[in-house]
């Protein structure tokens, strides 16, 4: 019998004061909601150092998660560039010690965010891809020896000039790579925002990554780049329609039973929603929509 292509749904968590004891609420509240999966921003937690694992709250982690049914997975450092040279053997070790996290808790996936080169670096441009898949193959090698999988993830552009992969070409990296421990990430709301900017063809980007995808992220949005419009309060970008938002299901304008379409994923691929608590009175809601949109993809 043919695995499904997805295999959980859940809610991304983080803690709001660096401890480990502050994701306790959230991941009571999605218990209750009957939720699959959790994905953990490690970056949230005073978890590492300099490369290294501290000791004491990793235990507390592991007798957190322990005491839920979830299936977990990990974000990693949202400030991740492998190919930036100057801090890339720290951007490694960060990476390395993400991966003895998701070790110590059983987590499937660690997410890493795919690299820039700013305009302003044009010396850094040559051989950023070739520096970022060398990362991506140490870190992977490390992540097959915990059974964990490296996820790539698609970012869209932030600044004026910057040098960042499509996600089609998230995908070539991937397969050119052809590490069994790491895999695509399609974050389909970035990947609508980068189409906008660039002029893509979102649905083809998505179908070019979705055969090395292995983990999902959902959150709705306008498919708009942020500009440089000032905000104030964080409803205003709402307001606007601007900018990468992670609206609930349905606040923005993506078409998600097209797109689910598209997303022959690989098996066993988790679907999680980075929607905050800002937005907890929906994520009820939110839960019962993805569920739907994971049993359109297969």
Request: some cysteine; aromatic content about 6%; proline content about 5%.
């Amino acid at each position: 019998m043919t695995a499904p292509r997805i295999s959980a749904v859940g809610f991304s968590i983080q803690s709001e004061d660096g401890s480990v004891a502050g994701l306790e609420p959230a991941l009571r509240a999605h218990a209750d909601l009957g939720v699959d999966a959790i994905e953990i921003a490690a970056s949230s937690l005073d978890l590492v150092a300099g490369g290294r694992v501290l000791a004491r709250p990793l235990a507390e982690l592991e007798r957190l998660t322990r005491a839920f049914p979830f299936t977990y997975t990990v974000h990693g450092l949202v400030a991740s560039n492998f190919m930036d040279p100057a801090t890339q053997d720290r951007q490694v070790r960060a990476a390395l010690a993400m991966v003895e996290v998701c070790g110590a808790i059983g987590a499937r996936i660690l997410v890493q965010h795919s690299g820039c080169v700013d305009a302003g670096q044009p010396g850094d441009r040559a051989g950023a891809e070739a520096r970022e898949c060398d990362a991506l193959r140490t870190v992977g090698d490390a992540a097959g020896r915990h059974g964990v999988r490296v996820a790539l993830e698609n970012i869209f552009t932030t600044a004026p000039g910057q040098f960042r992969r499509t996600p089609s070409e998230v995908a070539a990296a991937v397969r050119q790579l052809d590490h069994p421990h790491v895999v695509a990430l399609i974050d389909i709301s970035h990947a609508w925002i980068e189409a906008t900017h660039r002029g893509l063809d979102v649905r083809a980007e998505l179908r070019a990554m979705a055969p090395v995808a292995g983990h999902l992220h959902v959150h709705d949005s306008f498919g708009q780049p942020e500009g440089a419009t000032p905000f104030y309060y964080p409803a205003e970008r709402t307001a606007l329609g601007l900018g990468d938002l992670h609206l609930p299901l349905g606040w923005g304008d993506i078409p998600w039973d097209a797109i689910a379409a598209d997303l022959a994923v690989l098996p066993g691929t988790v679907l999680m929603m980075e929607i905050g608590a800002r937005y907890r009175a929906e994520h009820a809601a939110c839960l019962g929509r993805a569920r739907e949109i994971a049993a359109r993809i297969g």
